[in-house]
């Protein structure tokens, strides 16, 4: 039954509730309900009648007898259309050319001109990333990356810049991978279903599974349906009509979703994906040189361990060998990683006392690797008897790291070969010693200590090369080993000239994706959620409450069941989807939902202050083809959008919550657009869009909360990556950036539609007495110093133009003049430290902070 | 100015529920609780923010929380845990049913105790030589012989100990203590994690998160040298006569816009956080200033010696903070990976005599100091690590045992416990909890009842689930713990 077919099967009762009952729900609570069309009400408003929007909050707010606001003024409306478009605030020559646009049709062609720009997907990418827990790493305790997680980023990203339809959107996210016309394209879209935490060493299997199984479940069920099928995951839903069997039922859509377990590595759920017409051609080459490389290595690994079981366990040649040190082995690694001892997988193991580095712990041993990298790991004590400056002399071929007690001596990638003089100051004592030396090929060390007082007191060489070396000039020559050793040799020289230029394809073409396992397992629903505890088997179907027609009518189908699943939910007829869509697509405009709760529909959740509304939104939605930027449109063109939010005691007293949209929510920049302006507003902003995340600076203090922060931060100091939108910040679980996290970024582990909007004393230490807040005042009273006269007057009025694309008041210009003044003569500071003083109280205002 | 405050003030409450108390989320929350008087309580006054002062459930026996965290898994026979069988069998196998990160197993070499164990006190503790300081004080301890774990690994069992959950993404003890009492004391965070000097914990910043709650709850890393707190200190150094002239100016400004936007609670909020934000530069540098307090106390949490100097630093700003009112401090014994922490997989000797060595001095100077200073009394100190570890090898050679999550040791004292007792026990070799089995969740049950919440109906809706630190199940407190 599984192989071929799979039947959504007939169930006349579910758990708990019979069949009548849930008609009876689905009467009654109005998100269960068919979407239907719906005619706008007429007004007698001249004004509000023309956009059907209008015409809803209109009616509502006369029955209510509220007046709406007056639409507000030009530069606030410029602002709340570019930080709501784009996440940024408008430039200056945007300001210029709003305010000098007198044209009726100015705010329609800004909009186009916003939509337009690649930042919008942007902005409105970062809104879906809160609702799929976007993370780029695992969690737990190596907390490893995942490989290539920000092509999802991208696909994100560029799928709403291309305005793609919502329901292709989910389609592809959910079930791209097993699409009958899947593109590398949709298969980078399943990243989705990687996003998730991943425990690369689960203490009970099973339950990691039905873990995985939920986290995938939840983000589904919470993000495009807003209902919580989790809840029901132990027992029926306390709340809403869905039985635990329809939990087990929806996830029977994802049995044969391949979950890799205890792989610890960043590729522990990546899968490549080729172009179309590369792919079988670079397949077929990769394989070829991979399958060259390993025979001649494995060749080469035999003539090496024949030699060595031959001589014998033999000293180096140098009296300098230290013997106190360890060493593991491994050929399990990337070329262009530089693995972690920790995580590494030795093959071999031993100490460095008799002078060489065996392979493997036999033969068998060596031909299980699969990948072209090798490396070593050496460990142990490193005796300092007088403090002070430290030489590390080394000649590796490839990359490798080093660390002494908590000192990093170097750290470097690639397969180049470092020949480099590594000085450090270390204090006397005992310290811990690690180094990692990895490469493409064998990797080779030469590695002499030289201490403060010239002293050499040891010396590290690669066996590797000794052993060559006795190849080529001495006893070994002629030994069949030796030339066994010689030509294996060359011919792995040779197959890795063919391979090197492939292995960057390939690690371009992998992505962290969905991919399935051979077959359809069976499903039972869990009694209490208990892996160990089997009821009864149950098949792929939808929830009943929900599924319109489709459960009562078995249908047979040779489609895979995720993508039967993803095909509802991105279906016409399913109640929920548009209507998520849409009510988040308000939330991000109006600094809420029509629903309030914008990933819980059910009777947990809010109902909708204007239900009519929402039902004609999403079907025009639908009706649009599923696209964003016609609704964007409609919406800000609508007289409800470009109120004023001033306040009204009168419609306070009656609405205090603003539930009728009477005025414009005001709301606070998230944690990103507060970054993003202040690199705006100093001129700093680089505005590439896409690629690989960066690495900014954080605070020393922070990168010490992780247990190995130093190699897992590996900082872009190159200002083009210091100044790049927050979306490109790499999110590694473990390590919290406090800028982002203080202003209530999403949380990275669990679905996160809304976010908290927080006040506490932290972020006005942030934003006051940061190194990131204070080199950007400077930056900024850099700018403003630039282009205005030396006279404090006109340096404030520069200010206020750049920061919030106004003059000043005279009572703002005055209190900003005083503070430059008592800056110069209270405090002794030059007119460029004053500047910088009153640069940072700008980046702290309010009005930077809040948006009207 | 507002033109009705006491209007504003009743606004504020609201907005809180729908937008800041949980999201929106929350409104749901208030329409299910809204009877329920402890909801009440705790919104009640929140217009000062999420970590305004709120009344327990009931009259609380601990005020603040110490959790001393030996990362790593210390080994329970080799400290508190007297097992005499386990001296007799040592170097031979037995059958023995283990799970560590080495996997499942039915035998094993046991290794004997590596210390000598006698008995202390007036209600003769065992403790092992380990420990030649604390065991002075077992008389206010209660040792929890019988603590049980779901996972023997160390990223999901740190986790479990830190938020009840072994899957990532709740929020931590900490987190749940903060948001069900606030802060008595707005110039310092209420919640403080310091870090072992060779590094954070794996999982890192997850261990103090707050998960799905607002990040106002998360703890706050405190360091003993420097500047304590992140921020807390202008990089520009500059004095502080010279920083309130910049907030009076900033606040001049904010004024100004907020004349027209008058009911804009927020707006004022974010206004006075510049002035307690202030007020913590001024007074919390002076939490840490370590030189006000007397020789003979430094001595006592050995900060005259170098190996104990770190630890027993932490351990005398605990103390500081808690006379501070922060309400829940978490130091870490260990830290980074391997032998910088318990996790004693190679030679359990040189591995524990380290880390015992290192802490001993401080934690018994800790208990004592708060003891005479009128402050153990409701102060709650925990003892412990995410597991403890195997009666056996973990390797063909060596004294190195694996991770044990079946039966391991904490310890408690102060806050409303009583002392000089041992609660539950493990079987003759160590191995599994056998009497009065206590699962996490159990400790973490009588850590909020003690602070006065009740366990059970502490949540926080999240998901459409009232959550609760000790599960959808719940967790009863460990009723005989309680003085």
Redesign the interface.
């Known amino acids: 039954m599984y192989n071929k077919t799979l039947a959504l099967v007939v169930l006349t009762s579910a758990g708990g509730l019979a069949a009548q009952d849930f008609t009876d729900h689905a009467a009654k609570h109005w998100a269960y309900r068919p979407v239907s069309p719906i005619e706008p009400p007429t007004v007698n408003n001249v004004e509000w009648e023309q956009n059907p929007i209008d015409a809803f909050i209109f009616d509502n707010l006369q029955n209510e007898q509220l007046t709406p606001n007056p639409q507000a003024d030009k530069l606030v409306l410029l602002r709340r259309a570019c930080y709501d478009l784009t996440g940024l605030p408008p430039s200056q020559k945007q300001v210029d050319d709003f305010l000098a646009d007198k044209a009726s049709d100015a705010w329609t062609r800004l909009i186009d001109q916003l939509l337009d720009s690649p930042h919008y997907g942007e902005k409105w990418g970062r809104h879906w990333l809160d609702a799929v827990r976007w993370a780029e790493s695992n969690g737990y305790e190596r907390d490893l990356d995942k490989r290539n997680m920000w092509k999802y980023r991208d696909y994100v990203i560029d799928a709403i810049n291309a305005d793609k339809p919502y329901d292709t959107f989910i389609l592809e996210q959910i079930a791209g991978d097993v699409l009958p016309n899947s593109t590398p394209e949709s298969i980078i879209a399943t990243g989705f279903l990687r996003l998730g935490l991943y425990d690369d060493e689960p203490a009970d299997l099973e339950l990691f599974y039905y873990d995985y199984y939920d986290d995938i479940i939840n983000t589904v069920s919470r993000s495009t349906l807003a209902i919580s099928m989790s809840c029901a995951r132990c027992h029926d839903h306390k709340a809403d009509p869905i039985s635990q069997k329809d939990y087990y039922r929806f996830l029977a859509h994802l049995r044969k979703l391949a979950i890799p377990s205890r792989i610890r590595t960043e590729d522990a759920m990546s899968r490549t994906v080729f172009s179309k017409k590369e792919q079988p051609e670079l397949e077929k080459k990769i394989e070829a040189a991979t399958d060259q490389i390993i025979l001649a290595r494995l060749k080469s690994w035999e003539a090496i361990n024949r030699i060595l079981n031959r001589a014998g366990s033999r000293a180096t040649e140098t009296a300098l060998f230290p013997t106190n040190l360890r060493y593991g082995f491994t050929a399990e690694t990337w070329i262009d990683s530089l693995p972690d001892p920790d995580q590494m997988d030795f093959m071999a193991e031993g100490t460095l006392g008799d002078g060489t580095i065996h392979l493997a712990r036999n033969l068998s041993e060596i031909s299980r690797f699969n990948n072209p990298g090798a490396a070593w790991a050496i460990r142990g004590r490193i005796h300092i008897p007088v403090g002070g400056r430290q030489d590390f002399k080394a000649t590796i071929s490839g990359g490798g790291w080093m660390y002494v007690g908590d000192t990093l001596v170097f750290a470097k990638t690639g397969s180049n070969q470092i020949q480099e003089n590594f000085s450090v100051d270390l204090t006397a004592g005992d310290h811990d010693l690690t180094l990692v030396v990895s490469g493409a090929r064998n990797p080779t060390l030469n590695l002499t200590w030289v201490r403060d007082d010239g002293e050499i007191p040891w010396v590290i060489t690669s066996t590797w090369k000794n052993l060559q070396s006795r190849v080529t000039n001495n006893s070994d020559k002629g030994q069949p080993e030796g030339d066994d050793l010689a030509s294996a040799e060359e011919a792995e020289i040779a197959s890795w000239k063919q391979y090197t230029p492939l292995e960057h394809q390939l690690k371009d073409a992998l992505v962290t994706a969905a991919f399935n396992g051979n077959e359809q397992k069976p499903t039972h629903v869990l009694l209490r959620g208990n892996p160990g505890a089997h009821g009864e088997e149950v098949y792929p179907a939808f929830p009943e409450i929900l599924a319109e027609g489709g459960y009562d009518h078995p249908v047979a189908s040779e489609e895979d069941a995720r993508l039967i699943l993803a095909r509802w939910i991105a279906s016409k007829g399913n109640p929920l989807t548009s209507r998520v869509a849409v009510n988040r697509i308000w939330q991000h405009h109006f600094g809420r939902g029509l629903v309030r709760s914008s990933d819980e529909f059910g009777k947990l959740g809010q109902e909708p202050t204007h239900p009519r509304l929402l039902d004609w939104l999403a079907h025009e939605f639908v009706r649009n083809g599923w696209r964003m930027k016609p609704l964007h449109r409609l919406i800000m063109a609508s007289k409800t959008y470009r109120m004023s939010s001033a306040p009204n005691d009168r419609a306070l007293a009656v609405d205090p919550l603003n539930d009728h949209f009477w005025r414009y929510n005001m709301r606070r920049l998230t944690a990103e657009e507060i970054r993003d302006s202040i690199l705006q507003v100093t001129g700093n902003l680089n505005p590439q869009v896409g690629g690989p995340s960066v690495f900014p600076t954080l605070p020393e203090e922070v990168l010490q909360t992780a247990s190995q922060a130093a190699k897992r931060w590996q900082l872009d100091a190159g200002p083009e990556h210091q100044n790049r939108r927050s979306i490109y910040t790499f999110v590694r679980r473990s390590l919290l950036d406090p800028m982002m996290s203080t202003f209530d970024v999403a949380d990275t582990d669990v679905s996160c539609p809304v976010r908290f909007n927080t006040t506490v004393p932290a972020q006005a230490l942030a934003m006051m007495n940061s190194k990131f807040a204070n080199d950007h005042a400077r930056l900024l009273a850099r700018r403003i110093g630039k282009s205005a006269p030396e006279d404090p007057f006109s340096l404030v009025r520069r200010g206020f133009q750049l920061v919030l694309g106004r003059p000043p008041q005279q009572v703002e210009l005055q209190y900003c003049v005083d503070l430059i003044e008592s800056m110069r003569q209270n405090y002794g500071h030059d007119l460029s430290t004053a500047l910088e003083r009153f640069s940072l109280v700008m980046l702290n205002l309010n009005e930077f902070i809040f948006l009207d | 100015m507002p ?2 405050p006491n ?1 504003c003030r009743r ?1 504020a409450r ?2 809180f529920l ?3 108390g ?4 929350s ?2 929350l208030t329409g ?1 609780l809204s009877q329920d008087a402890f909801f009440n309580a705790l919104h009640a006054s929140t217009a000062e ?3 305004a002062t709120k009344t327990p459930h009931f009259p609380a026996k601990a005020k603040r929380v110490i959790f001393l965290f030996m990362y790593g898994g210390p080994s329970h026979v080799d400290t508190f845990d007297y097992k005499p069988e386990l001296f007799k069998f040592d170097g031979k196998t037995v059958k023995v049913n283990t ?1 560590g ?1 080495g996997g499942r197993k039915s035998e094993g070499r046991v290794v004997g105790p590596k210390w000598k164990f006698s008995q202390y006190g007036e209600s003769g503790q065992w403790v092992s030589d380990l420990f030649p300081h604390l065991a002075t004080c077992v008389d206010d301890i209660t040792f929890l012989k019988s603590m049980q774990a ?8 740190m ?1 479990m100990m830190n938020s009840g959950s ?4 709740s929020p931590s003890l900490g987190s749940w203590v903060n948001y069900g009492l606030g802060t008595v004391n ?1 110039d310092l ?1 209420g919640y403080v994690v310091m ?1 072992d000097q ?9 261990n103090w ?1 707050s ?2 709650m ?3 709850y ?1 703890g ?2 405190f ?1 003993s040298s420097g ?1 304590p ?8 150094n ?2 502080f ?3 309130q ?3 009076r ?2 606040n ?3 004024q ?3 004349k ?5 609670t ?2 004022e ?3 006075a ?2 002035e ?2 202030y007020k ?2 001024s007074t919390a540098p002076e939490a840490v200033e370590l030189d006000k307090e007397s020789e003979e106390t430094k001595r006592l949490y050995g900060l005259d010696r170098e190996r104990t100097r770190d630890f027993g630093t932490k351990c005398l700003l605990a103390r500081r903070l808690v006379e501070r009112g922060v309400r829940f401090i978490q130091i870490y014994s260990g ?4 032998d910088h922490n318990w996790d004693a997989h190679g030679d359990l000797e040189v591995n524990h005599n380290k880390h015992a060595g290192d802490t001993d001095k401080p934690i018994a100077g800790l208990l004592k100091d708060l003891k005479r200073r009128g402050l153990l009394h409701d102060t709650l100190v925990i003892w412990g690590g995410e597991f403890g570890r195997q009666p056996t090898a973990e390797y063909a050679k060596g004294t190195g045992r694996d991770h044990n ?1 079946y039966g391991f040791t904490m310890w408690v004292a102060g806050g409303g416990v009583k002392g000089g007792r041992t609660i539950g026990s493990t079987d003759e070799l160590g191995n599994r909890a056998v009497e009065r089995p206590l699962h996490v969740k159990n400790l973490h049950a009588t850590v909020l009842q003690l602070m006065g919440l009740d366990p059970n109906n502490l949540t926080f ?5 009232d959550k609760r630190l000790v599960g ?1 199940a719940g967790a009863d407190p460990i009723p005989e713990l309680v003085a």
């Open positions: 033109p009705t209007f606004m609201r907005e729908t937008t800041v949980g999201g929106f989320s409104l749901a299910l923010g999420p970590l799970f990160r779901d996972s023997p690994i160390h990223g999901s069992a986790l072994i899957v990532s993404g707005q965070p870090l060779s590094g954070g914990p794996i999982s890192g910043a997850k998160s998960g799905y607002p990040a106002s998360q706050t890393t360091r500047n707190v992140l921020n807390l200190k202008s990089v520009q500059m004095p006569g010279e920083q002239r910049i907030i100016s900033l001049h400004l904010n100004e816009h907020l027209s936007r008058y009911d804009n927020n707006l909020a974010r206004i956080s510049y307690l934000a913590m530069q830290g980074a990976h391997n999550s809706l999240h998901g459409g689930l959808t």
